[in-house]
């Protein structure tokens, strides 16, 4: 059973940047689609991102298009989230996950436990 453990989270000005970094262990990671997904307070958790296994395709949430890039490096079993031109409405726990294929991503086999991104004003 994979194992998914995310980092990087921060506390940040708008219009800062962070990067987030999701290690994945005990699973086969270059075959699985990864994605990333955040819960703000009080509301369900969201999809943001997701990526292929092979790192060719990428899907974005319109909010974060054009600020947020989802890539992943295999050698290294890790997916990373870079994040520019934070706003205020990106404050939130952000989690990784794993599915075993693309069209899985909305029900992933696997999470991670969360990292907190919190973006001030």
């Known amino acids: 059973q994979v194992q998914l453990v995310e980092s990087g989270g921060g506390l940040v000005q708008a219009g800062g940047s962070l990067r987030l970094s999701c290690a994945a262990s005990?699973?086969?990671?270059?075959?699985?689609?990864m994605g990333w997904f955040r819960q703000a307070p009080g509301k369900e958790r969201e999809f943001v991102a997701t990526?292929?296994?092979?790192?060719?395709?990428?899907y974005y949430v319109d909010s974060v298009k054009g600020r947020f890039t989802i890539s992943r490096d295999n050698a290294k079993n890790t997916v990373y989230l870079q994040m520019n031109s934070l706003k205020p409405e990106d404050t939130a726990v952000y989690f990784c996950a794993a599915a075993e294929e693309a069209a899985d991503i909305f029900r992933p086999h696997a999470w991670g436990q969360g990292t907190q991104v919190t973006v001030s004003e």
């Open positions: 990526i292929s296994w092979s790192g060719g395709s990428t």
């Open positions: 005990g699973g086969t990671f270059s075959y699985y689609a």
